[in-house]
């Protein structure tokens, strides 16, 4: 037993310490891509519309007239104290950014694993058991689709259905006015789900989450194919064990054993790749938010970039980068406490 | 998403085979395609089917469509309807027109030339860098090989379709001597390299690393072999299999990110080209009013073409990966006596 926790915490210590050169090798990427950008980051974001000696004054204010080794130095230090930088365009700081828009991208996200898991993990279950059946084809098949459509082209064709055709979900935002001008003026956390609970405000509630499932139903089917994939070729190995023959020998139901027998063992795989769908689900958070004008930070990325914001853009990248670390980070933690193999590798 | 297909492949220790021409190691890599028989050949054929017309379309784009991706006039100088005002589907415009008053159909024939250009030039320049890095990187090790590893990682990690967005935000602009319609090609060509370096990367240097202790690789080191004789003779062949597989999934995957690209408008613009992408970014305003051609088909095309691109890339992986691959056992032809006596056999096995 002491040997057992020694080792999972010298793991948990070498996991740890090889996050530090993979921010740092992140950071200076994000940083050298934003300084070869064309033109001078101020000129671009301000120019035109204020005097010269004011632009140089805002220069000098943020830095940008000092040597380029001093402005990684100020970077790396902004980002080690929390502090992601300043839009240049708006009066706002990234932080206050990444704490309101980013609360909606984690709504929608939180909301596309939802759809994703419940989709990937009964999908994948059924065809797993079901295996080289019809149903095992158009599961399959299903999986497939879900990689090759692209995202916005998925979620323009739920508008079609659902918004043109049958009228009975709305077509974007993330609530409608009334309830949105409420949540903002009751805000606590910026996730308008958790904000109208602890109003305890059940119209706005209802609001929130009928405009949550277009989005996050698009942003999910993206992401499902993967577990569907993932979980039907586990159920598939995990009914070959003896214990499960075993436990048909001792006559328990055929569903029985898949769902209480097989389908534990086949979740294991995919807690750790809940974790790698982060970057995948990022990346598909921006095209979603654009879709269905979701307030996300994805779509304040965009914003700022066609802005030619590059502060306020290397901020939300930097903390995009950290979040893809953060989670991978947590995820290796959470599978080497739960699968002893992996600390011992 | 392709990381289960890249399984390092197990190494093929063949001794050199009687045809030594510049691509023998090609040849030998691809021989199984050749081989292929059942499901395996059949969906590498609907791939290619589907691909190829592709490949038609773009190729001779000016002869297939009945229109130019830009044009709105007809030959009376009469503007096409606009998608909202009577541009449904008709005789004219089999697929409609959009808010542009350009026709539909003609920009899913264009379009398909854009895409593959964009698709080709993406591909070969990862290719052509990802493949000697990991090359050296896996064959020398060392300091810089821990470096590029972790770079990589980094670049793996990060949100691919950002890495792009990012990119073509920097390059853009940066390629108008090209002339106008290849600037933009270029631009989103360039963009997407940058995702797909670490792939070829990343594999070909984990194969390189499992090859570089083969004996045969010993021997001819032994033998006094220079570094570079030694990969590109002995290392180089055995790992080339690994590429057509890459490069048929990235092909697939980069045709989202460039539809991707179109989509937030930072990919081909529609003066330099006809996009699918951007196609559906003008459709995406007139979807909740009930205008569905104008997103439907392009939406299509990228479908087909994509998972055109993937069967094919997945059907050469279970073709050209050993460890996948079930080889087909040729019949054997018995006469006779031992016909006869393997009758015998048979019953023999079924009655114990």
Redesign the interface.
């Known amino acids: 037993m002491a040997r057992s926790s020694g080792s999972l915490s010298r793991y948990l210590v070498t996991r740890l310490l090889l996050v530090i050169?993979?921010v740092w090798?992140?950071l200076t990427?994000v940083f050298v891509?934003m300084r070869?950008?064309?033109g001078d980051p101020v000129q671009a974001a301000l120019g035109g519309r204020l005097p010269q000696s004011v632009i140089e004054q805002k220069r000098h204010e943020l830095g940008f007239d000092k040597p380029l080794i001093v402005q990684y130095g100020h970077y790396l230090g902004g980002v080690l104290t929390g502090n992601f930088g300043h839009a240049t365009s708006q009066n706002r700081s990234v932080m206050d950014i990444v704490t309101h828009e980013g609360a909606a991208t984690l709504e929608l996200s939180v909301a596309a694993m939802f759809f994703a898991l419940i989709l990937g993990l009964g999908i994948g279950v059924l065809i797993g058991r079901f295996r080289d059946s019809p149903l095992d084809v158009v599961g399959r098949l299903f999986g497939?689709?879900t990689?090759?459509?692209?995202v916005?082209?998925v979620g323009?064709?739920f508008?079609?259905l659902f918004?043109?055709?049958l009228g009975v979900l709305p077509?974007?935002g993330q609530a409608d006015v009334l309830q949105n001008i409420d949540l903002q003026n009751h805000a606590h956390t910026h996730i308008y789900v958790l904000d109208a609970i602890i109003n305890g405000n059940w119209d706005d509630l209802r609001n929130v989450l009928v405009h949550l499932i277009l989005p996050g139903l698009t942003l999910g089917l993206l992401v499902c194919g993967?577990f569907i994939?993932l979980v039907r070729v586990n159920v598939i190995q995990t009914l070959k064990h003896d214990y499960i023959e075993a436990a048909r020998a001792r006559g328990i139901g055929e569903t029985r054993v898949v769902l209480k027998h097989a389908f534990r063992n086949a979740l294991v795989p995919v807690v750790t790749v809940v974790g790698l769908q982060a970057?995948?689900l990022?990346?598909?958070a921006?095209?979603t938010e654009?879709?269905f004008n979701w307030p996300g930070i994805g779509q304040a990325?965009?914003l700022y970039?066609?802005q030619r914001d590059y502060a306020a853009?290397q901020g939300i990248?930097t903390v995009?980068?950290l979040i893809?670390?953060g989670v991978?980070l947590v995820i290796d933690i959470v599978t080497a406490l739960i699968d002893p193999r992996v600390r011992y590798s | 998403m392709t990381s289960e297909f890249m399984a390092p492949a197990a190494t093929t220790t063949d001794a050199p085979t009687v045809r030594r021409g510049r691509f023998a190691g090609i040849r030998r890599a691809l021989a199984p395609v050749r081989e292929a028989r059942g499901l395996p050949k059949w969906v590498l054929y609907v791939g290619l089917a589907i691909v190829l017309l592709f490949v038609v379309f773009a190729i001779f784009a000016p002869w297939i469509s009945p229109y130019r991706f830009d044009q709105y006039l007809d030959s009376h100088g009469n503007r096409f309807p606009k998608s909202v005002v009577g541009g449904h589907p008709s005789a004219k415009h089999w697929f409609g027109t959009n808010a542009l008053s350009t026709d539909v159909f003609s920009h899913i024939v264009y379009g398909s030339r854009t895409a593959l250009e964009v698709i080709a030039i993406a591909v070969v320049i990862s290719m052509l860098i990802g493949v000697p890095l990991g090359l050296f990187s896996g064959y020398y090790g060392g300091p810089l090989d821990r470096t590029l590893v972790l770079v990589n990682d980094a670049m793996f990690a990060f949100p691919s379709l950002l890495l792009a967005i990012l990119i073509a935000f920097l390059l853009r602009g940066k390629f108008s001597f090209l002339g106008d319609s290849f600037s933009g090609i270029m631009s989103a060509a360039i963009s997407i390299t940058v995702i797909y370096i670490p792939q070829y990367f990343r594999v070909i240097r984990n194969t390189v690393i499992s090859v570089r202790e083969e004996p045969y690789v010993e021997a001819a080191r032994v033998l006094g072999a220079k570094p570079r004789t030694v990969i590109a003779k002995y290392v180089f062949g055995n790992v080339v299999q690994n590429v057509p597989v890459i490069a048929t999934l990235n092909a697939a995957d980069a045709l989202l990110t460039l539809a991707g690209l179109g989509f937030l408008g930072y990919g081909v613009q529609p003066t330099e080209g006809a996009e699918w992408g951007y196609d559906l970014q003008r459709a995406l305003g007139e979807a909740s009013g009930g205008v569905w051609w104008t997103s439907v088909y392009p939406g299509l095309a990228i479908v087909l073409l994509v998972t055109g691109l993937t069967l094919v890339g997945e059907s050469l992986n279970d073709l050209l990966n050993p460890v996948l691959r079930r080889r087909q056992l040729l019949p054997v032809k018995i006469t006779g006596p031992e016909l006869e006596m393997a009758n015998a056999d048979a019953v023999m096995e079924e009655r114990s």
């Open positions: 050169p993979m090798i992140l990427i891509l070869v950008a064309p497939i689709i990689y090759a459509a692209p916005f082209w323009i064709l508008q079609l918004v043109a055709k077509s974007s993967v994939r970057a995948l990022l990346s598909g921006v095209l654009t879709t990325l965009i970039l066609n853009v990248v995009f980068a893809v670390v991978s």
